[in-house]
């Protein structure tokens, strides 16, 4: 292979870092902004570096917005009173394309990991007992059906004491093929059945 450039092996090794960019997408992602300099590269360049001075994140939610407190915080007519966990931003977006949820939302920041060295300290976990204080009648915990995210449910449910604490249903997704399911999710939607 030829040598290339510093910069365009710098912007290849950043590209790298992005999620689901390995370095051969990196590579092919890198020639396409240089090819299409004037029509892709600039205006990307110029709307990263727009993001970077425009983007907060919310002091309440952890959410990621132009304004803080977010959108959906300052929207009055959110129920103030239940408010669903989730562990990262892409949870909460996810959940708004859905457009299922009226309420608030809290971001851990992530999941309890021994292993990675995630403890309660490190998450926005005192920032939700404080916001539960507030007035909260439901918690729902929108946890990712992984390993540390029901342990970090777990954890929250014992936190979170007598209060009205729900979670997600887990199972068979809609449209899904039992054939297809591996066997931890045929396991939780045999035991979240219900009658009909």
Known sequence: MAAI???IERLIQ???KLPGLGPRSARRAALALLKKRDTL?????ESLREAADAI???ETCGNLDTQSPCAICSDGRRDPHILCVVEDVADLWALERAGVFRGRYHVLGGAL????GVTPERLNV???LDRVKLGVDEVILAMNATVEGQTTAHYLMDLLGDRKVTRLAHGVPVG???DYLDE?????AFKARRAL
Not at 41 to 45: G, V
Not at 113 to 116: K, N, Q, R, Y
Not at 184 to 188: C, H, K, P, Q, V
Request: hydrophobic share 50%; net charge negative.
């Open 184 to 188: 931890g999710t045929l396991s939780a």
């Open 113 to 116: 990991s021994a292993l990675d």
């Open 14 to 16: 950043l590209l790298a």
């Open 41 to 45: 590269l600039e205006p990307l360049a």
């Open 5 to 7: 450039g510093s910069e």
């Open 126 to 128: 005192a920032q939700l």
């Open 176 to 178: 899904g093929e039992l």
């Open 56 to 58: 907060l994140t919310c």
